[in-house]
């Protein structure tokens, strides 16, 4: 699923201006810089094929290599994502409501994409790559600036306001991804094990599948809701404060 | 020998003795009539949200909770949470106002618990749910193995033996939270029914769907297998249904209070003399003699992950036992003996 959703709880701990660690804050600007600096470098080549992708109109092969372009890095940066666990631990956030985001992100990638070939060219694909690169864009961006105490506006304002549309976006590329996928694992029966055998257990990839496309229905309208909130907390205490100034 | 000062008992015999008395008495009356005035607030708004005139000294917090929720009809006293401090603890339904921190005008905080559900409902709720589950899979309805296997019966008696062990197991803690079980808290949060539900009957699907399967595979070393783990079963059952009842015997009907729990006359509950909360431990062993009966993964993974819950639970019980008695009996470990 879409970004990290601890944001909330690192908001109230940088404007407590909690006091971290030297060892923290430099763990902190390199690992954000580091974030920032890597999905800066596949949104070019994105841009490159959104450009190619306009130019010539929609035909599947346009965008056909889009994928295999940016997957090396997109894998190297969703698995460093775990780290954003440690970084967790670190400034002492939740772990649990991290962990969880991190490993989405990586079944998304590793156990869906990367595993199941024949949909890596979908347009679904597309469309939460889209939806994640920009997200993340923004999102580091703002812990990084965060981190500096440089803060632009506009980048707090796209943080709080992206969400709104990006989420349900992704969230139907992430869907439709899955469900292109269904047809090719059903047929595959790949990382799955059947009965009978010694320990009378057996694991269905397919309706694992299924069973993860259900868990968006209670999830994602938490994590929508809980962004929601962060938001008219952050961008509507201000307007508190502007007024009684 | 010291002369005794005039204030002493022997003054009271005397005419001034008896005024003294008058007017003491009076004193007392009056302070008796003394009311309380109880403004509560919002927690986090701080804003009024009710105030109450005229409130007895020796109002429990109970009291002012239902005189709260005549206010505001959609706070029941369960879900109120009324502390002393904005962020602090919630005060216990029994603490009695004159004997809190406050002047005659007290200031509470309130914060909303959300939606409650009472335990004795969730129980029921998340029990029936595995027992009834079992059965669609064990008499195998059409729509689970396939019209070929539908209603058929599976030739290995150990599947019998599981199903019955299994519906027993559910069927005693049915009973046990309709006539032995004493809660401290009449209600949790709404949410956790879903939590609970999705967990007990998740569980209890994937692991009848297994061991009812047309292509289970009975355990390794058979009927002795089958055996030791039935007795190693019934043992724990007994064990954990003997901590129970002591548990309740152990508080007075209607009564909140806290007290060690010590082994009685029943030897399933010397396992106290070395564990803070046996029950537990019976029941992990109750799933690890289940798990060796089926020799089914899922059933052992449940067992893993019910094991590390209680293991939590135990040693959130330990700790608290800990804090609140001083002559607690130092050989108890929170699960497991010695170790855990």
């Not at chain 1, 404007?15 to 804050?25: E, Q, V, Y």
């Not at chain 1, 810089?33 to 841009?47: E, K, Q």
């Not at chain 1, 679904?124 to 864009?137: D, G, P």
């Not at chain 2, 005693?172 to 539900?197: A, D, Q, W, Y």
Request: aromatic letters at 16%; a positive charge; proline letters at 6%.
């Amino acid at each position: 699923m879409a970004p990290s959703e601890e944001d909330g709880s690192m908001e109230e701990k940088e404007t407590k201006k909690k006091p971290l660690s030297p060892f923290a804050t430099a763990w902190l600007t390199f690992y954000n810089i580091t974030m920032t600096a890597g999905l800066l470098i596949s949104v070019p080549r994105w841009l490159v094929l959104a450009v190619a992708m306009i130019r010539f109109s929609y035909q599947k092969r346009t965008h056909k290599g889009l994928y295999r372009s940016i997957q090396k890095t997109l894998k190297f940066f969703q698995t460093f994502a775990l780290l954003e666990i440690i970084h967790c631990a670190v400034v002492r956030t939740s772990v649990l409501v991290t962990g969880v985001q991190v490993m989405s992100r990586i079944f998304m990638v590793w156990f869906v994409i990367h595993s199941i070939r024949p949909i890596q060219n979908e347009e679904s694909v597309v469309l939460f790559l889209v939806t994640w690169t920009v997200t993340e864009i923004t999102r580091y961006s703002f812990y990084t600036f965060n981190l500096l105490n440089h803060l632009p506006y506009f980048i707090k304002w796209a943080r709080y306001n992206f969400f709104i549309i990006l989420y349900p976006i992704g969230v139907v590329g992430e869907l439709l991804t899955i469900y292109g996928a269904l047809p090719f694992v059903k047929k595959s029966g790949m990382y799955s094990l059947r009965l009978p055998n010694k320990f009378n257990v057996s694991f269905d990839y397919y309706t694992c599948l299924i069973i993860v496309m259900i868990a968006y229905i209670p999830l994602f309208p938490q994590l929508y809701f809980h962004m929601l909130r962060q938001r008219r907390k952050v961008l509507h205490g201000e307007v508190i404060k502007e007024k009684e100034d | 020998w010291r002369p005794r000062p005039l204030s002493s008992r022997g003054c009271r015999s005397s005419l001034g003795g008896l005024l003294l008395q008058a007017r003491e008495r009076e004193r007392v009356r009056e302070a008796d009539m003394k009311h309380y005035e109880v403004e509560i607030l919002d927690a986090r708004t701080k804003q009024k949200l009710t105030f109450l005139d005229k409130v007895e000294p020796n109002a429990t917090i109970g009291e002012i909770k239902v005189m709260f929720h005549k206010n505001h009809t959609r706070w029941y006293p369960a879900r109120q949470s009324i502390r002393l401090d904005p962020k602090g603890k919630s005060l216990r339904d029994e603490e009695i106002l004159q004997n809190l921190p406050v002047g005659t005008t007290a200031t509470l905080y309130f914060k909303d618990l959300g939606a409650q559900i009472g335990w004795v409902t969730v129980f029921l709720t998340e029990y029936a749910g595995p027992l009834l589950i079992y059965l669609l899979f064990y008499f195998r309805l059409p729509f689970i193995y396939g019209p070929k296997h539908a209603f058929t019966s599976s030739p290995h008696s150990v599947v019998h033996l599981a199903c019955i062990c299994h519906s027993f197991h559910y069927i005693k803690r049915l009973l046990e939270t309709l006539f032995v079980h004493r809660f401290s808290h009449g209600t949790m949060p709404f949410r956790n029914i879903f939590k609970n539900c999705t967990y007990y009957w998740g569980f209890a699907a994937w692991l009848a769907y297994h061991i009812n399967h047309p292509l289970y595979t009975p355990p390794a070393y058979g009927d002795k297998q089958v055996k030791i783990a039935l007795a190693i079963f019934l043992f724990c059952q007994l064990g954990n249904f003997s901590i129970h009842v002591a548990l309740r015997n152990l508080r007075p009907p209607g009564s909140k209070a806290r007290r060690i729990p010590f082994p009685t006359k029943n030897p399933f509950t010397w396992l106290f003399l070395l564990v803070s909360c046996p029950n537990y431990t019976y029941e992990v062993g109750s799933w690890i003699g289940f798990t060796i009966m089926t020799q089914c993964l899922p059933v052992a993974l449940f067992t893993l992950v019910g094991f590390v819950q209680m293991a939590i639970w135990a040693n959130g019980k330990h700790r608290s036992y800990l804090k609140d008695f001083r002559d607690y009996p130092p050989l108890r470990t929170p699960i497991i003996p010695f170790l855990l």
